[in-house]
């Protein structure tokens, strides 16, 4: 068996900054993976871009980008080509929540949300897709969510919708691609230690969770790289993730909104 069985592939990974889409940076360049690291942050990206080839020899390119922008991803796509990269794993994980009940933010605020986490995945996966084809080979991890798979909360309105839209895209393309050699996966993690929290401004509500509901980024990376690479099509990282999936699968409708009112407060800021 190959020890880096992607070595000589180039990876794209959005959100690459800190969190779930840093442990994916670290994860690919392991395998061997050279690696195209994107995100608003770029002292953040030039730091983890030493980090990686100090560690692996990696070859590391930092791409600064706002990827709410609508020209965003163009700008992005342009700049690859630029540098003379063709990509053949792509890690769609930009993403944020966006605290609160539905009319607390401005609409802008919204349409912010829906383009980084909807739009630009899909127009990526537009945009490189056609050269995996070409190439018989390719990858693309969309990070959705356990929340994507559960009834939707009171708090951060579009979070769960969102990921749930991702699932859905993720089975439709996979479907698409079955004889092209491209491997579609959506990775869904639970609760996961990252900077997520903090942003959203619920650190302290999740913080009173029990530990043991909880990962590790660096371990949803591996479980999430193994699971596109078997093949999966979706795959819900932890047992206890899973377990959850398949019991509020299992509850009526009506108990199980009421299940996710009572507990929202535990994970959501719906004020």
């Known amino acids: 068996m190959n020890a880096l069985p992607y070595a000589n592939r180039f990876a794209l990974v959005t959100g690459a900054s800190a969190g779930i889409g840093a442990a994916f940076a670290r994860e690919l360049a392991a395998r061997g993976a050279s690696l195209v690291l994107t995100a608003r942050r770029a002292e953040r990206l030039e730091s ?3 980090e990686l080839r100090e560690k692996h020899g990696t070859r590391c390119e930092c791409i600064a980008a706002d990827l709410a922008d609508p020209a965003g991803v163009e700008k992005l796509c342009v700049e690859i080509v630029h540098r003379g990269i063709a990509i053949d794993i792509l890690v769609n994980n930009a993403g944020y929540g966006v605290s609160g009940n539905f009319l607390a933010p401005s609409w802008q605020t ?15 996966t537009y945009k490189l897709l056609p050269g995996m084809q070409q190439r018989g080979y390719g990858r693309i991890l969309n990070i959705a969510s356990l929340a994507g798979h559960v009834p939707g909360s ?5 979070y769960g919708a969102s990921k749930a839209f991702l699932i859905k895209f993720s089975q439709s393309l996979a479907l698409e691609n079955t004889s092209t050699g491209v491997n579609v996966c959506a ?9 997520f929290h903090d942003v959203t401004g619920t650190r302290g509500i999740v913080s009173k969770m029990p530990k043991w509901m909880w990962m590790g980024a660096d371990e949803v990376a591996r479980i999430g790289v193994d699971a596109a ?14 377990a959850i999936k398949s019991l509020f699968k299992l509850l009526p409708d009506r108990f199980a ?5 009572k507990r929202s407060r535990d994970f959501r800021a719906g004020d």
Not at 187 to 195: D, I
């Open 48 to 50: 983890l871009a030493a």
């Open 110 to 124: 919204h349409a912010d949300f829906f383009r980084v986490l909807m739009i630009v995945p899909c127009e990526l």
């Open 154 to 158: 009171a708090g951060h309105t579009l």
């Open 187 to 195: 990775v869904c993690p639970g609760f996961t230690y990252s900077e």
């Open 229 to 242: 690479e078997r093949g999966e099509i979706v795959y819900v990282t932890g047992r206890l993730n899973r």
């Open 257 to 261: 909104l009421r299940v996710m009112q």
